[in-house]
């Protein structure tokens, strides 16, 4: 049965002392491993020390920092205490992290580096009950410490010297032993974190996740991910105070494998893979479409031949990728089937096909896999559903992408699609898990007909803190959780998902429509790097387009158009190409209705960031892109 995090941390290290549980890059970036035995004296170390200064059972500890080595043995180490801890990541506003120590009325606060450090001390006053910050990063110094300004009362302590401390204080065996039962007495309904999402709409809401949640998806994640073992390499690129790295942390650990951190930068990324050769990475669409948008990019600089031949193997290997899935019954089944007629219209073209898929593969596709890694068994994604042109176009060159479906309130996973079998465009339940799709009248929907997805199971929140007035919205009596996303189920029990009902854009005219798929195909355009669509009570829709401006230049070179960098996005041949790109993409062709369609568009003169316009999971804000560019907005709808 379920375990606390910290009890199955140390179950795990007793099986696999030596095994390697972190990489993580050094001051010339080269990999370094850090041993399960070496972790777990480490959080042992911490937690004894945060011990003999007063955590206890049930407290509540801030834990503002990015991806590190220290992350994961001081979230350990506030669990085996009993304590839970209260993430948020280094591109958190000051207001926001004000808000959550405030809320949370936190004594303790871990702060991953001396700018995070600064960026609280200006808080203090706003902050009566933080009494201490912990500085993660190993480089700061006692000098640099001494040098900071508190208010009295508060201390500035180092992460270095905690582990010493606690090294110490356990060279005494009854304070080792009290550690022990500290852990062991642990129990899985006790809450390990209390998530804050971004607040774009309001303040935001602590979701409070119990050991429970967690462990559950622990046990269930590996009946649809069958081929985890010991001794397999993650590649970490995702913000881990999210819940969904989160998750794949623990996913982790309680296999006995390793977490390589990386980032998601593509010459860093691409570099990592080559080092580390991972099993598995956790990602967020946007990567594989930054990806796929890498491979085409590169082809632009190849000779003719090349280009075409690439061109033939693509369209080949999708017909034999469409057509082995209806040889072998993986096709989403929004409207029934006949599996005869099926099998009887593939099978020929999978027999004539596969010489030139399997050539495809030697010539092309093989190159791109080897970008990847001669282990990566599967890409798991999550943060939102992959779009249709990426998951295909990845699964037909014989890359597997696990889309897995869920949100914070879900700690986070819901659904994944099975590693073995699993059908493109879907996502399947956990085992014990409960999910409904309900139509507008409050009844099941059918297969093939769009509603709201509602989740129970072990997995869903105990609530949000402090505010059960927000928990009785979301989550009813009996415990299902509204949500708010949109799904449709196949006729064989998987379901995918169809944007966010808070998301629907509703026209002057009465009509309904979800702007996710419509941004997506968007996005498919090289020369379109993001977009939002808009149109909110209005006559027609509108988008905000962050161009491609590399993809755009190279097109102005090639077709030998003068051009000033930094007044692109104002030139008419750049507004050309640009509406041109939008028809190609959104029309009745791609099943497009004509009130889907862009009527008009306003270029914009540089990327969204993650923490204004994006979210840590590379979401659009869209309350907050509403805000920011209330003007450029305000044009596309003038008369």
């Not at 200006?122 to 110094?141: G, Q």
């Not at 409207?335 to 030139?356: A, G, M």
């Not at 790109?581 to 960031?609: C, D, Q, W, Y």
């Amino acid at each position: 049965m379920y375990k606390t995090i910290p009890q199955l941390f140390a179950q795990v290290v007793s099986r696999y002392p030596a095994y390697t549980v972190q990489m993580t890059k050094d001051a010339q970036g080269v990999f370094t491993s850090v041993s399960y035995s070496e972790l777990f004296s480490e959080v042992n170390s911490l937690a004894a020390s945060l011990s003999n200064r007063g955590i206890k059972r049930g407290d509540l500890v801030g834990l503002i920092s990015d991806n590190r080595t220290e992350w994961l043995a001081s979230d350990l180490a506030i669990l085996t205490l009993g304590a839970a801890d209260v993430p948020r990541g280094r591109d958190a506003m000051p207001y926001e992290i004000s808000f959550i120590l405030s809320v949370t009325e936190a004594s303790f606060c871990f702060v991953e580096n001396a700018v995070q450090l600064r960026k609280i001390v200006n808080l203090l006053d706003k902050l009566p009950a933080l009494k201490h910050l912990i500085v993660m990063d190993r480089s700061f110094t006692e000098e640099q410490k001494n040098q900071v300004v508190v208010r009295e009362g508060v201390q500035v302590l180092l992460y270095q010297d905690l582990i010493t401390e606690g090294r110490a204080l356990l060279n005494d065996r009854s304070v080792a032993l009290q550690l022990e039962n500290i852990r062991e007495s642990g129990t899985v309904d006790e809450t390990a974190t209390i998530i804050f999402t971004s607040g774009t709409t309001g303040d935001p809401k602590g979701v409070m996740l119990t050991h429970a949640n967690f462990a559950y998806q622990l046990e269930a994640v590996p009946r649809l991910i069958t081929e985890l073992a010991p001794g397999q390499r993650w590649l970490s690129v995702l913000p881990v105070w999210h819940s969904f790295e989160r998750i794949l942390q623990y996913v982790i650990i309680s296999n006995a494998s390793t977490v390589a951190y990386s980032k998601p930068l593509g010459s860093i990324l691409l570099a990592d893979l080559s080092v580390v050769n991972p099993h598995f990475m956790g990602s967020v669409p946007r990567i594989w479409e930054a990806v796929k948008a890498g491979v085409f990019a590169s082809l632009k600089n190849k000779k003719p031949i090349e280009k075409a031949l690439f061109s033939f193997f693509v369209k080949v290997a999708g017909a034999y990728s469409h057509n082995h899935d209806l040889l072998t019954g993986e096709i989403a089944t929004f409207k029934r089937r006949s599996r005869f007629l099926d099998v009887l219209r593939s099978f020929l073209p999978v027999i004539l096909l596969t010489p030139f898929y399997k050539l495809g593969d030697h010539l092309v596709f093989g190159k791109v896999k080897q970008k990847l890694g001669t282990n990566f068994i599967a890409g798991v994604s999550g943060g939102g559903s992959l779009s249709e042109s990426v998951d295909l176009f990845f699964a037909s060159i014989g890359i597997k992408l696990l889309d897995g479906y869920g949100l914070t309130e879900s700690a986070p996973v819901v659904a994944v699609r099975p590693l073995q079998h699993g059908v493109k465009r879907t996502v399947t339940p956990l085992e014990g898990t409960e999910v409904r799709i309900i139509d507008e009248a409050g009844n099941d929907a059918k297969p093939g007909q769009k509603g709201v997805v509602m989740v129970r199971g072990p997995q869903v929140m105990k609530g949000y803190f402090k505010r059960q007035d927000l928990t009785d919205r979301v989550l009813s009596k009996d415990l299902w959780l509204d949500t708010g996303d949109l799904g449709m189920w196949t006729h064989h029990g998987q379901f995918a998902l169809c944007g966010r009902a808070k998301d629907t854009i509703v026209l002057s005219g009465g009509e309904n429509l979800e702007p996710v798929p419509i941004e997506a195909k968007l996005c498919e355009s090289e020369f379109i790097e993001q977009a939002i669509v808009l149109g909110q009570d209005k006559r027609y829709l509108g988008a905000l387009i962050v161009p491609n401006l590399k993809r755009i230049e190279e097109y102005l070179k090639e077709k030998q158009i003068p051009y000033i960098t930094e007044k692109l996005t104002s030139m008419q041949e750049v507004k050309t190409l640009i509406e041109h790109a939008i028809a190609e993409m959104i029309n009745s062709k791609h099943g497009f209705k004509n009130f889907e369609h862009i009527v008009r568009f306003k270029l914009l003169t540089k990327s969204f960031e993650v923490g204004r316009e994006l979210s840590a999971k590379q979401e659009l804000k869209r309350f907050e892109i509403n805000r920011m560019y209330e003007q450029e907005i305000e044009d596309l709808f003038v008369s």
